[in-house]
């Protein structure tokens, strides 16, 4: 099983992104996925989240601002980022609670994608 997050980018304070996150591989079911991020210098933070039934957790810092959604079909997570500032910059993850044929639900981690906040 594989996660790849994508979408990252720089963009001027006020800006917007789209962050995707896809798994790949023998995937029989994603029970939630979740967005994470790691400033330079801080430890790595839980953004948002959302569960298999579409229940969905924010960090009181983006509330508002950010949406994070998923198409169980494809396999696919989206963080939708608004109203972006510089204190958003951070490399950010997505990680996915997957179970395969060969075992229950473990926790997997997407390659960072790095989001830059500045004018």
């Known amino acids: 099983v594989q996660l790849q997050a994508s979408g990252g980018g720089s963009v001027q304070p006020g800006g917007s992104l789209r962050l995707s996150c896809s798994a790949s591989g023998s995937i029989l079911g994603i029970n939630g996925m979740g967005w994470y991020r790691q400033a330079p210098g801080k430890q790595r933070e839980l953004v948002a989240e959302?569960?298999?039934?579409?229940?969905?957790d924010y960090a009181d810092s983006v509330k508002g601002r950010f949406t994070i959604s998923g198409h169980n079909a494809k396999n696919t997570g989206y963080l939708e980022m608004n109203s972006l500032k510089p204190e958003d910059t951070a490399v950010y993850y997505c990680?996915?609670?997957?179970?395969?044929?060969?075992?229950?639900?473990?926790?997997?981690w997407g390659q960072g994608t790095l989001v830059t906040v500045s004018s």
């Open positions: 959302i569960t298999r039934a579409g229940v969905t």
């Open positions: 990680k996915a609670s997957i179970s395969t044929p060969r075992t229950s639900y473990l926790d997997f």
